[in-house]
């Protein structure tokens, strides 16, 4: 075995100690805790130097116990003899026992017997398994001692345990500003209602220091992550919703996107951006900024004429970085919020409706109580919740008329291949060009072999006073 006293073998040992003649033992570690990255994947890790300062008389034949919790103690990495600096002379302690979570000393020889209040022990070198540490969200050294009789000795210290390791997660990416536009219906639903482009703010930023972890005990020193930092060298974003209203679909040669409507910045660019129906990626070699996304719909320009709808924003990011081994890994963080668009016209969903030829008819019946013509779009979906058809054009709910969507509801399914000669179950979302206040649907449907009864189907209208 090593002659030297391991870093956190001493971490423990400290606990025990006292500063002063009157109060017991003190643990504490020489420099700080050291701050282990999650991300790191350090195979083995080294402790700091613990400083134990005693606080009461020792004599030959007491015996000193160190116990470790988090983490397996590499028992070959324990030293066989440690010499402690008294005041005045030395103390030796040489061990009796080493096991992954204990060590155990007792005193074999006091120099000059002067007094071992005040005396130092420092322990160095002691290494743990560094997946152990990991798991475990760090480790934790605590002293105890007893006499040659076994009564116990220096047990009310001031600190008697001490963390010789804290961990966190280096990558903690954030979602610093939320999408949050109304879509004005007064402009057709072709913009917002506030002037200029919504923005995205999305933080990628390395996380440097352990949280909440006060070392000073002034609420000011964090710990510095220092064991097994990463080094990113892209970050690639994937932004989910619906980017129909984007496209241009007079193009055949793939998905095009006017960058007018969608501007990226803080990011240099790893490649090039891509839009879809249902996603937005790009990548960055960026890893410590703010990357802002600013969606600006453009009024009047024929290619990205389709009326916006009300829709969510998800959030994907998946960080490629070499971790504290050099060896390449990649970290996805899946479902973060990015937003909402919401609409000052009207929204209302239809929970559950059904269709057959021959057997069940459906009623969907737009009420326009405004005095604004407006026109009508539906988004169908599924039994599974799964979209059919988005935006799908149903008519002009005309200024205090009653108008009906079924038609422009068979349409969407036909289109996208359902007969209807078999039970359809779907659901269906009626967006109007119409402030929400005044417009109610009415949602129904008739089973021909039941005697054509109706059953009336509840949706979410606006309640109103009329």
Do not use: C, H, M
């Given at each position: 075995m090593k002659n030297t006293f391991k870093k956190t073998l001493l971490a423990a040992a400290v606990a025990g100690f006292s500063v002063n003649a009157f109060a017991a033992a003190d643990i504490v570690t020489a420099t700080t805790p050291l701050g282990v990255s999650v991300e790191g994947q350090v195979e083995v890790l080294a402790a700091n130097d613990v400083v134990v300062t005693l606080g009461a008389e020792y004599a030959v034949g007491d015996v000193i116990t160190i116990a470790f919790s988090g983490?397996?103690?590499?028992?070959?990495?324990?030293?066989?003899t440690v010499t402690v600096a008294k005041p005045a002379g030395t103390l030796t302690l040489g061990l009796l026992e080493a096991t992954a979570d204990m060590v155990k000393y007792r005193v074999t020889e006091n120099s000059d017997q002067t007094t071992t209040v005040g005396s130092t022990l420092t322990l160095t070198g002691l290494e743990f398994d560094g997946a152990d540490v990991i798991a475990a969200g760090g480790v934790t050294a605590t002293y105890s001692a007893v006499t040659n009789t076994g009564l116990s000795l220096d047990s009310t210290?001031?600190?008697?345990?001490?963390?010789?390791?804290?961990t966190a997660n280096e990558l903690a990416p954030k979602v610093a500003t939320k999408l949050d536009s109304i879509i004005n219906v007064e402009a057709d639903r072709l913009n917002f209602t506030a002037?200029?482009?919504?923005?995205?703010?999305?933080?990628?930023?390395?996380?440097?220091?352990?949280?909440?972890?006060?070392?000073?005990?002034?609420?000011?020193?964090?710990?510095?992550?220092?064991e097994g930092a990463i080094s990113v060298s892209k970050v690639s974003y994937k932004i989910t919703s619906d980017f129909s209203w984007v496209i241009d679909t007079s193009e055949t040669a793939g998905i095009q996107y006017d960058p007018s409507a969608i501007g990226i910045a803080g990011c240099t660019a790893s490649g090039a951006v891509k839009v879809t129906a249902t996603e937005l990626t790009f990548a960055c070699t960026d890893t410590s900024t703010n990357v802002t996304v600013a969606f600006d719909p453009r009024q009047g320009e024929a290619k990205f004429a389709a009326p916006l709808s009300p829709k969510?924003?998800?959030v994907e990011m998946t960080y490629a970085f070499a971790d504290g081994n050099g060896d390449n890994d990649t970290s996805a963080f899946t479902g973060l919020n990015g937003g909402s668009w919401t609409l000052n016209g009207s929204v209302v969903r239809v929970p559950y409706m059904v269709l057959q030829n021959g057997r069940f008819s459906a009623i969907l019946n737009v009420t326009n109580h405004s005095a604004k013509d407006g026109a009508i779009f539906v988004d169908v979906f599924d039994e599974q919740g799964e979209p059919v058809a988005t935006n799908y054009p149903a008519g002009t709910s005309k200024a205090g008329s009653v108008t009906s969507v079924v038609d422009a509801v068979k349409s969407a399914l036909l289109s996208n291949g359902y007969t209807l000669n078999d039970v359809t179950k779907f659901s269906v979302q009626i967006v109007t060009n119409?402030?929400?206040?005044?417009?109610?649907?009415?949602?129904?449907?008739a089973d021909s072999q039941n005697g054509g009864e109706r059953a009336i189907v509840n949706n979410d209208s606006k309640v109103q006073i009329k």
């Open positions: 983490a397996a103690l590499d028992v070959d990495t324990v030293d066989t210290g001031t600190k008697l345990s001490t963390r010789v390791f804290y002037v200029g482009a919504d923005q995205l703010v999305i933080n990628s930023a390395l996380r440097a220091t352990v949280p909440g972890v006060d070392l000073d005990e002034d609420g000011t020193d964090d710990l510095v992550i220092t969510s924003f998800g119409v402030p929400e206040d005044d417009v109610i649907v009415y949602a129904a449907y």
